[in-house]
């Protein structure tokens, strides 16, 4: 049974970082992309940003771009968001998601997810 668990988030100021991780467990996901989205109160799931297996690939939401990093560790089915200069309009639960395509923007087109964890950024 597949298993998608993030950590991490929590309250910060704005202008302060939080580093969210993402452990995938249950089957090889060997070739599959790693991402993470997020959903604010009354709003869609946005994609935030992806990289593929090899992390030769990155693909960044337009609105993080410059302030988040994603990276990933094979060795353990790991997933990062680094999250620099947050900004209150980033506060949201954030999920992660395992796909098959870099270039996926749509969470229909991700196959695996996580429960989420709640970033709140306080201005």
């Known amino acids: 049974q597949v298993q998608v668990v993030e950590s991490g988030g929590g309250l910060v100021q704005a202008g302060g970082s939080l580093r969210l991780s993402c452990l995938a467990s249950?089957?090889?996901?060997?070739?599959?992309?790693m991402g993470w989205f997020r959903q604010a109160p009354g709003k869609e799931r946005d994609f935030v940003a992806a990289?593929?297996?090899?992390?030769?690939?990155?693909n960044y939401a337009d609105s993080v771009k410059g302030r988040f990093t994603i990276s990933r560790n094979n060795a353990n089915n790991t997933v990062y968001l680094q999250m620099n200069s947050l900004k209150p309009e980033d506060t949201a639960v954030y999920y992660c998601?395992?796909?098959?395509?870099?270039?996926?923007?749509?969470?229909?087109?991700?196959?695996?997810w996580g429960q989420g964890t709640q970033v709140t950024v306080s201005s």
């Open positions: 249950g089957r090889t996901f060997s070739g599959y992309t």
């Open positions: 990289i593929t297996w090899s992390a030769g690939i990155t």
């Open positions: 998601t395992l796909g098959r395509d870099i270039g996926a923007r749509s969470a229909g087109e991700y196959d695996y």
